[in-house]
């Protein structure tokens, strides 16, 4: 039986590029949860458009709180998997179906577009970042993980109930990091399937992501969950022999 997948998409001021993203979600066959976090711009007009469901965060609560919000409605809507992409047009949802395609062949894992293979793409403080941001996350799950800060995901909806990870407005992108460290603890794995790093040209305002600030936080999270493992040891072995 082919499983059912809702696409969560978490929009912040995205009126310029959010309705695109949703005409290309629907075209591959997509249904769609668009959580507006408190857009000050027409994001939320616009979404209103197309028939995809709208949740909306009256003040902006971050990205956390979004996808926390998202992820929750697509289960209770009845998915078997869950897809997250931005709204900025980060992400081609043409690529869902490479998603997918590895999804069947690693059941119940967590799927993650992986960008790393197009470093060329990548502007170096990102690169940089990301890179620094997969040691510590890997260290942590225990195993390789391969571009941990992608937003471009499938998780399986039976993960959601099952880990309990802060989401709070400070938590931005920590969320992603630590969604991925806590799944790991319960068994599911997280797998990466390589997909277009699209930054020069597609891109119509800067990142959301602060590589400093952020990477800084999600070390400081990670770095705290190894102290409770005692340095998690095995896992650092694991990371550094590949």
């Known amino acids: 039986m082919t499983p059912k997948v809702i696409i969560v998409i978490p929009a912040y001021n995205e009126a ?28 939320a007009a616009i979404v209103r458009r197309y028939p995809v469901e709208l949740l909306r965060n009256e003040a902006n609560a971050g990205k956390a709180a979004s996808l926390a919000r998202g992820l929750r409605r697509a289960v209770e809507l009845g998915a078997d998997i869950v897809a997250t992409m931005d709204g900025d047009g980060q992400h081609r949802p043409e690529d869902l179906a490479l998603l997918l395609a590895c999804a069947r062949d690693n059941p119940g894992a967590i799927v993650i577009g992986s960008r790393l293979g197009d470093r060329d793409a990548f502007p170096r403080e990102r690169y940089i970042g990301n ?7 890997s260290w942590a799950c225990g195993y390789r993980v391969e571009d941990s800060q992608s937003g471009f995901r499938l998780y399986p909806a039976g993960l959601i109930g099952r880990v309990d990870v802060p989401h709070g407005p400070e938590r931005g992108f920590v969320f992603e990091s630590e969604i991925l460290i806590e799944a790991a603890r319960v ?16 891109l ?12 800084s936080r999600i070390i400081r999270m990670v770095a705290w969950k190894l102290i409770s493992r005692g340095f998690h040891p095995r896992g650092l072995w694991r990371v550094l022999k590949g």
């Open 16 to 43: 310029a590029t959010i309705g695109d993203v949703i005409e290309r979600c629907l075209q591959v066959d997509g249904e769609v949860i668009v959580i507006d976090d408190g857009s000050t711009d027409d994001t």
């Open 131 to 137: 890179r620094i941001a997969d040691f510590w996350i």
């Open 187 to 202: 068994g599911v794995r997280s797998i990466s399937t390589p997909i277009p790093a699209l930054y020069a040209g597609t």
């Open 204 to 215: 119509v305002r800067p990142s959301h992501l602060h590589p400093v600030r952020d990477v």
